[in-house]
């Protein structure tokens, strides 16, 4: 077979495949929970009552959207430049680190300094850490996605160690957690007595912050060149290596971001539960939109939904939360595909 | 118990060859599928779908070596998915490969939830026992570690052997190096690449997932969630250490499975007792990267790694 590049893709074909494959991925999880005893159709009524389906629902699909947004705009950041940062894990860690050591009483700052401080160190010590495997692919030529996934491993020991010891929380009865942020250190509400912290707010901020930089900024244009064709690039006069690093540390903040956010904005205090994988479903919530930075808002808010939609159907109907995980992967799988399919004609010969 | 003494004993050799095994088995996977021109970020997803589906095949009564079976089967089944991606349609192998770990652990977690509903801990099965081979068996140090040994670490060793003759002694081999360097020139000669790379990265799956499968029929005898932790990557490092050979890999395989050995049992010495635990568990992973960073240097990356072969375009 042989793809062919489609001059001027009908509506049809730029629309239809993308909607095939979602109704697909969830053709797949009907099957799976039907496996599993389920009634595809109360499944799915459970995952979306139970993602929408009342006030504490909507809020807590806002919540679960917020990291997803950091870590979905991380990830579309750096695929752009095909810079492969499998680390978002890590980085988002990192966040959440500085925000601990910082925020639970070293620094005696009002409110409306201390927050923004931390948000703004946080990104630092993300980009920095996610600088490292950057430097090495620019230097040496060392495959970063290797070296971003091994170091999640490496940072999740790191975290490890720190909440065993020197974080670790005197009166946490001996449990590895963090001591709580001071009360100057933590994110607002956005409207009192709601459950949803000002995290989701600066989540939207970011997002349309990141898409001025991409369709306003020259950076956002070198990023994009750097992606598209680094050769050409270099050609046309881009600094790439430079291009390549700047992305990193925007990338590594943007997750260090989701790491702050949930720990001054949601849990007050960092243990190694805070993240379940948030860096590595940013990627599928990233490829879902495209790479688009506003359209990483509605991919996370999909995702979100899904995830707190699965948690209460599995509670009600017995069926593996896992379904959700399964749906996302295939989703993810069947987009890049179903996108591919609206650019190019397969040919058999 | 001091350094010395750790690196002369034979437990700490036999230990060694054990925890390179597993490494052996997914790192030959992941080189054919590199050498064909595929990287494979699958990896550590088929290890965990290999892991489970060896150990639940046994559990509800195949013998064992059907177990492998069925782990090499589950494997060449997301090796196909990943080659119907990358390969057939050309699709980002890092985005497929991200794709296929994600689904390939999701599916095994939701599977043995479903089988296994209401158990606490999970079952334990009847592993691989150690099979001495007479006399070799006796040698001082070396022969435990080598011959002292359950089958599957035999056929590891036996399996690198036979990959390097293939590779480089056969034309099928021949065929599997020209379309990772230059696969044009294979097109031309009239082969298929897209045939030779689906079958290169179907069978490097089915070997990946046996990898997994040591760990749940024969290092252990039973599956947990985190049971394969990164080792996917790990061999990901392995083959790059391994300069795209299957001689060097494996020989990086035991160097790195003897480090992480030695790391063990240095946890229990008097260093071990002043040191966070956590810095030895960190090591594999740190020593991973070493490995890359001073490979990179002298790197002989297949030419047509990640680039993706459309018939009729230059």
Same mark, same amino acid.
């Given at each position: 077979?042989?793809?062919?590049?489609?001059?001027?893709?009908?509506?049809?074909?730029?629309?239809?495949?993308?909607?095939?494959?979602?109704?697909?991925?969830?053709?797949?999880?009907?099957?799976?929970?039907?496996?599993?005893? !389920?009634?595809?159709?109360?499944?799915?009524?459970?995952?979306?009552?139970?993602?929408?389906?009342?006030?504490?629902?909507?809020?807590?699909?806002?919540?679960?959207?917020?990291?997803?947004?950091?870590?979905?705009?991380?990830?579309?950041?750096?695929?752009?430049?095909?810079?492969?940062?499998?680390?978002? &894990?890590?980085?988002? #860690? +990192?966040?959440?680190?500085?925000?601990?050591?910082?925020?639970?009483?070293?620094?005696?700052?009002?409110?409306?300094?201390?927050?923004?401080?931390?948000?703004?160190?946080?990104?630092?010590?993300?980009?920095?850490?996610?600088?490292?495997?950057?430097?090495?692919?620019?230097?040496?030529?060392?495959? &970063?996605?290797?070296?971003?996934?091994?170091?999640?491993?490496?940072?999740?020991?790191?975290?490890? #160690?720190?909440?065993?010891?020197?974080?670790?929380?005197?009166? !946490?009865?001996?449990?590895?957690?963090?001591?709580?942020?001071?009360?100057?250190?933590?994110?607002?509400?956005?409207?009192?007595?709601?459950?949803?912290?000002?995290?989701?707010?600066?989540?939207?901020?970011?997002?349309?912050?990141?898409?001025?930089?991409?369709?306003?900024?020259?950076?956002?244009? &070198?990023?994009?060149?750097?992606?598209?064709?680094?050769?050409?690039?270099?050609?046309?006069?881009?600094?790439?290596?430079?291009?390549?690093?700047?992305?990193?540390?925007?990338?590594?903040?943007?997750?260090?971001?989701?790491?702050?956010? &949930?720990?001054?904005?949601?849990?007050?205090?960092?243990?190694?539960?805070?993240?379940?994988? #948030?860096? #590595?479903?940013?990627?599928?919530?990233? +490829?879902?939109?495209?790479?688009?930075?506003?359209?990483?808002?509605?991919?996370?808010?999909?995702?979100?939904?899904?995830?707190?939609?699965?948690?209460? +159907?599995?509670?009600?109907? !017995?069926?593996?939360?896992?379904?959700?995980?399964?749906?996302?992967?295939?989703?993810?799988?069947?987009?890049?595909?179903?996108?591919?399919?609206?650019?190019?004609?397969?040919?058999?010969? | 118990?001091?350094?010395?003494?750790?690196?002369?004993?034979?437990?700490?050799?036999?230990?060694?060859?054990?925890?390179?095994?597993?490494?052996?088995?997914?790192?030959?996977?992941?080189?054919?599928?590199?050498?064909?021109?595929?990287?494979?970020?699958?990896?550590?997803?088929?290890?965990?779908?290999?892991?489970?589906?060896?150990?639940?095949?046994?559990?509800?009564? %195949?013998?064992?070596?059907?177990?492998?079976?069925?782990?090499?089967?589950?494997?060449?089944?997301?090796?196909?998915?990943?080659?119907?991606?990358?390969?057939?349609?050309?699709?980002?192998?890092? /985005?497929?490969? /991200?794709?296929?770990?994600?689904?390939?652990?999701?599916?095994?977690?939701?599977?043995? =939830?479903?089988?296994?509903?209401?158990?606490?801990?999970?079952?334990?099965?009847?592993?691989?026992? /150690?099979?001495?081979?007479?006399?070799?068996?006796?040698?001082?140090?070396?022969?435990?570690?080598?011959?002292?040994?359950?089958?599957?670490?035999?056929?590891?060793?036996?399996?690198?052997?036979?990959?390097?003759?293939? %590779?480089? =002694?056969?034309? %099928?081999?021949?065929?599997?190096?020209?379309?990772?360097?230059?696969?044009?020139?294979?097109?031309?000669?009239?082969?298929?690449?897209?045939?030779?790379?689906?079958?290169?990265?179907?069978?490097?799956?089915?070997?990946?997932?046996?990898?997994?499968?040591?760990?749940?029929?024969?290092?252990?005898?039973?599956?947990?969630?985190?049971?394969?932790?990164? =080792?996917?990557?790990?061999?990901?490092?392995?083959?790059?250490?391994?300069?795209?050979?299957?001689?060097?890999?494996? %020989?990086?395989?035991?160097?790195?499975?003897?480090?992480?050995?030695?790391?063990?049992?240095?946890?229990?010495?008097?260093?071990?007792?002043? /040191?966070?635990?956590?810095?030895?568990?960190?090591?594999?992973?740190?020593?991973?990267?070493?490995?890359?960073?001073?490979?990179? =240097?002298?790197?002989?990356?297949?030419?047509?790694?990640?680039?993706?072969?459309?018939?009729?375009?230059?």
């Amino acid at each position: 077979m042989r793809l062919e590049p489609i001059a001027n893709p009908t509506l049809t074909r730029r629309v239809l495949p993308p909607a095939l494959a979602i109704a697909t991925s969830f053709a797949v999880a009907a099957f799976l929970a039907m496996i599993a005893g !389920g009634n595809p159709f109360q499944v799915f009524g459970l995952i979306i009552s139970g993602a929408v389906g009342s006030k504490f629902a909507v809020l807590e699909t806002l919540n679960r959207a917020t990291p997803l947004i950091f870590t979905g705009l991380a990830i579309s950041v750096a695929f752009r430049a095909k810079l492969w940062n499998i680390g978002a &894990e890590a980085q988002l #860690y +990192m966040g959440a680190v500085v925000t601990v050591v910082l925020g639970t009483g070293a620094l005696g700052l009002p409110g409306w300094a201390m927050v923004p401080l931390l948000a703004v160190l946080a990104v630092i010590a993300g980009g920095i850490l996610l600088l490292i495997p950057a430097l090495l692919k620019t230097r040496l030529g060392v495959d &970063e996605v290797v070296t971003t996934l091994l170091f999640n491993f490496i940072f999740l020991l790191f975290v490890s #160690y720190l909440l065993e010891g020197p974080l670790k929380d005197p009166m !946490g009865m001996g449990w590895p957690k963090s001591a709580r942020l001071v009360s100057e250190a933590r994110l607002p509400r956005i409207v009192d007595g709601l459950r949803l912290h000002w995290g989701f707010g600066l989540a939207l901020i970011a997002a349309v912050g990141i898409w001025v930089v991409d369709k306003f900024t020259t950076l956002g244009f &070198e990023m994009r060149a750097v992606g598209q064709n680094a050769h050409a690039a270099r050609f046309a006069g881009i600094p790439v290596n430079p291009v390549i690093l700047k992305t990193a540390l925007l990338s590594g903040g943007l997750a260090a971001l989701a790491g702050f956010s &949930e720990v001054a904005g949601l849990k007050g205090s960092l243990t190694l539960d805070l993240s379940p994988g #948030y860096g #590595y479903t940013g990627i599928v919530v990233a +490829m879902l939109a495209l790479l688009h930075p506003l359209g990483v808002v509605a991919a996370a808010l999909f995702v979100a939904a899904i995830f707190v939609g699965a948690d209460s +159907m599995s509670r009600a109907a !017995g069926v593996p939360t896992y379904l959700a995980d399964i749906m996302l992967a295939s989703a993810l799988l069947l987009t890049v595909l179903a996108i591919l399919i609206t650019k190019f004609r397969v040919r058999r010969d | 118990m001091d350094i010395l003494e750790i690196l002369l004993s034979a437990s700490f050799w036999a230990a060694a060859i054990r925890i390179a095994s597993p490494l052996i088995f997914a790192t030959m996977g992941e080189l054919i599928c590199e050498r064909a021109g595929v990287l494979n970020l699958g990896i550590e997803g088929i290890m965990v779908a290999g892991a489970f589906a060896g150990w639940i095949a046994v559990w509800a009564g %195949l013998p064992l070596w059907g177990g492998v079976a069925i782990a090499m089967i589950a494997g060449m089944g997301f090796g196909a998915l990943h080659g119907v991606l990358s390969v057939l349609f050309g699709l980002s192998q890092h /985005v497929v490969g /991200v794709g296929i770990t994600l689904l390939a652990t999701s599916l095994t977690f939701y599977t043995y =939830r479903v089988a296994l509903p209401e158990v606490s801990t999970p079952p334990k099965i009847e592993a691989f026992k /150690v099979l001495e081979i007479p006399l070799l068996s006796d040698i001082p140090i070396i022969g435990q570690a080598l011959f002292a040994q359950t089958p599957l670490t035999y056929l590891a060793f036996g399996l690198t052997a036979a990959l390097a003759w293939i %590779l480089y =002694r056969t034309p %099928l081999g021949l065929a599997v190096r020209a379309v990772g360097e230059s696969p044009a020139s294979v097109a031309a000669q009239g082969l298929s690449v897209a045939a030779i790379r689906m079958g290169a990265v179907i069978f490097g799956s089915g070997l990946m997932a046996v990898g997994g499968a040591f760990l749940t029929m024969s290092a252990f005898d039973s599956f947990f969630f985190d049971m394969v932790n990164g =080792r996917g990557w790990i061999c990901i490092a392995l083959v790059v250490f391994g300069a795209w050979r299957p001689g060097k890999a494996l %020989l990086g395989a035991i160097l790195f499975a003897a480090f992480d050995a030695f790391q063990i049992r240095l946890q229990q010495t008097g260093i071990g007792v002043h /040191v966070p635990y956590q810095i030895f568990l960190m090591m594999p992973y740190i020593l991973s990267i070493l490995a890359l960073v001073l490979m990179s =240097r002298r790197a002989e990356v297949p030419a047509a790694l990640m680039v993706p072969f459309n018939k009729g375009e230059r």
